[in-house]
C-alpha cells in the first residue's frame, strides 16, 4: 500500500511538471534558464584560468575584476561611449579546474540570477557546461542565452591571441 501511494504521488508530480511545461510552450512562456554546453579548443586548465581571470575582458565589457573565492566578487564593467553599466556578483562555490558557482545582477536592477559553469576535460580540448538561472523575465533570459554564445566566441578568440 505505502509504495503504492508513493508512486501515485511521483506519478502526480511528473503529470504536474508535464502540465505545466506545456502551456508554458502552449502560451509561448519561456522557461527561465540557460543551459549551454560548448567545446573550447584549449587544455582545461587554461581554460578555467582564464575565465576565473580579471586579464580576461571580452568586449562589450571594458574592465574585470574578479577574485575566484567562495565569497569572492564578480565584476563586470561596460564604460563605452554607447553605455555604461555594472555586473556584480558573488562566487557560491570555486572547485579549482572543475566547477565556479556565482551569481549575476545587472546594474543594480533587483534581478540576481545564478550562474553554474562546469569544467570538463574532452578529446577536443574543454567542456563547458553552463547553466543560467533564477531570471524574474523571459527577456532576460532571451538576451542572456545569445549572450552566452557571444561571450564564448569572444574567450575563444582571446584564448588564440594568448
Not at 33 to 62: C, G, H, M, N, R
Not at 71 to 95: I, W
Not at 110 to 127: K, P, R
Amino acid at each position: 500500500m505505502y509504495s503504492l501511494c508513493v508512486m501515485k504521488n511521483i506519478s502526480t508530480i511528473i503529470v504536474s511538471f508535464l502540465v505545466l511545461t506545456y502551456v508554458q510552450f502552449a502560451w509561448g512562456q519561456t522557461p527561465m534558464k540557460i543551459d549551454k554546453t560548448y567545446t573550447i579548443p584549449f587544455a582545461l586548465e587554461q581554460v578555467y584560468a582564464a575565465w576565473v581571470s580579471s586579464d580576461t575582458v571580452i568586449p562589450p565589457a571594458t574592465r574585470m575584476d574578479i577574485k575566484p573565492v567562495v565569497g569572492g566578487h564578480y565584476r563586470l564593467f561596460m564604460d563605452t561611449p554607447e553605455f555604461q553599466g555594472t555586473n556584480e556578483g558573488e562566487f557560491l562555490s570555486v572547485e579549482p579546474n572543475s566547477h565556479v558557482v556565482y551569481t549575476w545582477e545587472w546594474n543594480g536592477d533587483g534581478e540576481v540570477s545564478t550562474i553554474s559553469v562546469l569544467f570538463e576535460a574532452a578529446d577536443e580540448g574543454t567542456l563547458v557546461t553552463i547553466a543560467h538561472d533564477g531570471f524574474d523575465k523571459a527577456e532576460s533570459v532571451s538576451n542572456h542565452d545569445s549572450g552566452w554564445d557571444s561571450y564564448v566566441e569572444g574567450f575563444v578568440k582571446h584564448l588564440r591571441s594568448q
